[in-house]
């Protein structure tokens, strides 16, 4: 009796408020303009049948995503954003973590504790401090400016430059925590058979550290991709007119335009979208583990 | 290896300033005599000042404060609950659902939860306020929560708890007397963990508040939208403040932790 209580109460919570709303996105998503305006009723009428039910489904917003190019650009557009942020986070993020793992030992925890403090650090505030230092007359324009790099001041801000800034510097800790958590496990004597063996440092970095770090590359990279697909702050914080990116696009469908079947098919490509990258994120932590067993 | 080579110095260093300089250019420019943000005026408290007097600003910090502490109690529970299910459960009916359930919404865009939260709330007619922001912080929170909580409990060591139900404890008095305390410091953490995310929740606490409640960050959000202002810098700057201290604090509370340990087992192992 009681571990039913134990299992049904965090169960019965998760259905009813992560389950059922998700379903209810999913059946508004398929429901007619008309039918979902506010206030809309959510309601299943078991008494008029499964039929009645499936022939009231309207793939007419679906079809609306595909009509209007504003969509496919702006699931092309996060797509593209968070690859390439994922790419210059992983080129960031990559040295830090090696030199962090090459750290005398009892630095390690300081270090540690550096990077995680940004991520205790409140999101909206790390993006904020990059307005201030992008803008025309702001610190990166003046610094420029007074070392006679340039003549007039760069736009940055509120350009798709400033919001891979944004991405590369908030995603961050993300990238570091697992590729140094790899790093830091790896045994350094295997650098130094394969240098004892002729490898030059560069190749033995190639040839040893490297894969053994892969588990660690794959999962950061995931971890910054995934979230940046969806990313609302930023794009709109950081980015132009004309920086597309979906969780903008979903936010806008529906507090400004207040259309929420297609704010709700909009969030249905988009986990659509993020289903590959969530299992194969799975499948490599699920290696992980069993390697370490 | 001891020294460290150039390389990884170099990049170390230029590293942590990318990590750190724009904060700390955030927290200088907080007090700045000037309404510019950029250019320096000279030194000043006043936005401190203003801000105190900000009513607005005030009250959200307060609701963000309820919403927080309620929600990340609540989450503690319900994930602990849900860690303990998921590692000590055994078999039960629906398992793979309940941990695609847990697992799902770490990796949930917070727009796509925040979305369904607001049509699920409009759907059975819940006014949006406090207990809708309670609501949805905990749902996402908790499943942190159990991912920290059940990484402690798979390596416990089972034969402690096995030991207490030998010597005639009740199954709920072994996990109060023996399982708790031994995952305490991991339901600690998984605590501020929840609270951290809840006092930093922009896109969910957007979609599910109502004009009676409005958070911290959704005022900042809006008062950021418009540009830079020195009073955002400040209470900013309070904000960052309270972490590094938090942080700072739990860190070396830990670090303690973990030497008494280390000698109480040295000391186990010699008797």
Known sequence: ???????????????????????????????????????????????????????????????????????????????????????????????????????????????????????????????????????????????????????????????????????????????????????ERMDDSLIEAAEDLGCSRLSAFWLVTVPLSKSGIVAGCFLVFIPTLGEFVIPSLLGGSDTLMIGKVLWEEFFSNRDWPVASAVAVVLLLLLIVPIVLFQRNQQKQQEAEQ | MNRMSWFNTVSLSLGFAFLYIPMVILVIFSFNESKLVTVWAGFSTKWYGELMQNEAFLNAAWVTIKVAVFSSTIATVLGTMAAYVMVRGGRFFGRT?????????????????????????????????????????????????????????????????????????????????????????????????????????????????????????????????LGVSPEINALSTIMIAIVTVGVITTSLVTKHQMVRQKRDEQEAART
């Open chain 2, 97 to 225: 659902l309940f941990s695609g359930m847990i697992y799902a919404p770490l990796v949930m865009p917070e727009v796509i939860t925040g979305l369904s939260l607001l049509l699920l709330f409009i759907g059975i007619g819940l006014d949006r306020g406090v207990l809708t922001i309670v609501l949805a912080h905990t749902t996402f929170s908790m499943c942190y929560v159990s991912v920290v909580v059940s990484s402690r409990l798979v390596t416990f060591d089972r034969s402690l708890e096995e030991a207490a139900l030998d010597l005639g404890c009740s199954p709920a008095e072994a996990f109060r007397l023996v399982t708790l305390p031994i995952i305490a410091p991991a339901v600690i953490s998984g605590w501020l963990l929840a609270f951290t995310l809840s006092l930093d929740d922009l896109v969910i606490a957007s979609f599910t508040s109502g004009p009676a409640a409005t958070t911290l960050p959704i005022k900042i959000f809006s008062a950021v939208r």
């Open chain 1, 1 to 183: 009796m009681r571990r039913f209580a134990l299992i049904s109460i965090p169960y019965l919570w998760l259905l009813a408020l992560f389950l059922v709303p998700f379903a209810i996105v999913l059946k508004i998503s398929l429901s007619d303009v008309a039918l979902a305006r506010p206030p809309y009723m959510p309601q299943f009428d078991w008494a008029t049948g499964l039929w009645a039910f499936l022939s009231e489904l309207d793939f007419e917003n679906f079809v609306w995503l595909t009509q209007d190019d504003l969509y496919w650009k702006a699931y092309l557009s996060s797509l593209q954003i968070a690859f390439f942020s994922t790419l210059l986070t992983l080129l960031a993020g990559y040295p830090i973590a090696y030199g962090m793992a090459r750290a005398p030992e009892e630095w390690r925890a300081t270090l540690m504790m550096l990077v995680i403090l940004p991520f205790w650090t409140s999101f909206l505030i790390r993006v904020y401090a990059w307005m201030g230092i992008l803008s025309n007359e702001g610190f990166l324009n003046q610094a420029l400016l007074w070392l006679g790099v340039i003549n007039e001041p760069l736009t940055i801000l509120n350009t798709n430059t400033a919001v891979y800034i944004g991405v590369v510097y908030t995603y961050l800790p993300f990238m570091i925590l697992p590729i140094y958590a790899a790093l």
